[in-house]
């Protein structure tokens, strides 16, 4: 265990860097973070539902592991970390060559016969190009999200792309389910856990970006697998999550703090409804 505990409340705006993500992801965190309360103090990080990373690059630990388990994902952000001028150079020879016949040529590559910085490129590309910047796969692990038909979208942002490989530097990365990534957990660490949300509508689940979808048993088991942080461990847990009357019920029967915070939606299918929602902060401090 580091000896040495961050204090993120200290690290102030000029030692940060200016990263924020360089995706945009269903449910990502990026509108509520004012309603998040982080610990003034810890020893490593943990997010092992990576997505966007807001939280990520909002506290940028000095010690992180971050983890999800879609590989397209996650060989993203190794590439921006370790090989971001390529990456660059790659998405601006797509920037120039947007139409949607190039999407579809794009969405139709097997992302494993490409090298990592074109796979990365190429997940970028679609990510910026699709309908509503929705990642979703089929059941063959296929991305079939459609065209978004965007004017001129802003397919590569050098320098917020080279932030993120700065804050990224010390991080190690990998492909894991929580339940592996969680393991390595130590007393004085923090956990941020944010699932794929629990659907509170037929039409609100956007659990479908890997071959297999987030269950209720999932949910479940990272409820146990929080409490075990907390009880076991001597970690610090902040999770959110849809306002579900199952989700509070669960977390409330584990003794956890529980607030309700609004949030603006980022991603619908309609834009009618894509104003504040109700979630659920969970914590254990």
Request: glycine share 6%; net charge positive.
């Amino acid at each position: 265990m580091r000896e040495e505990i961050w204090n993120w409340q200290a690290h102030t705006g000029e030692q940060r860097l200016r990263a924020g993500p360089f995706i945009k992801w269903a449910g990502g965190k990026g509108q509520l973070l004012d309603h998040l309360k982080f610990p003034s103090r810890f020893n490593n990080y943990h997010e092992p539902f990576l997505g966007g990373g807001a939280v990520f690059f909002a506290l940028q630990p000095r010690s992180s592991f971050l983890s999800d388990v879609n590989p397209e994902l996650i060989n993203a952000y190794h590439v921006v970390k370790q090989n971001v001028e390529a990456l660059i150079d790659s998405l601006r020879e797509l920037e120039r060559e947007y139409s949607e016949e190039k999407y579809y040529e794009m969405r139709a590559l097997d992302p494993e016969w490409l090298d990592p910085v074109a796979r990365a490129a190429c997940f970028v590309f679609l990510n910026k190009t699709c309908y509503n910047g929705l990642y979703r796969v089929n059941r063959a692990g296929k991305f079939n999200v459609p065209f978004g038909h965007r004017k001129r979208p802003r397919v590569c942002d050098p320098e917020g792309l080279r932030a993120a490989s700065t804050a990224l530097r010390h991080a190690v990365i990998k492909t894991r389910d929580f339940r592996d990534a969680l393991r390595i957990a130590e007393r004085g660490d923090f956990a941020y856990l944010d699932p794929p949300y629990v659907p509170i509508s037929k039409t609100s689940a956007f659990t479908e970006y890997t071959s297999s979808s987030f269950s209720w048993a999932d949910h479940e088991a990272l409820a146990d697998e929080a409490e075990r942080l907390r009880d076991e461990v001597g970690c610090q847990v902040l999770l959110s999550n849809s306002y579900s009357a199952k989700v509070k019920s669960l977390y409330q029967r584990k003794g956890f703090q529980i607030r309700h915070v609004t949030a603006a939606r980022a991603i619908s299918s309609k834009a009618s409804t894509r104003g504040k929602i109700n979630e659920l902060v969970i914590s254990s401090y």
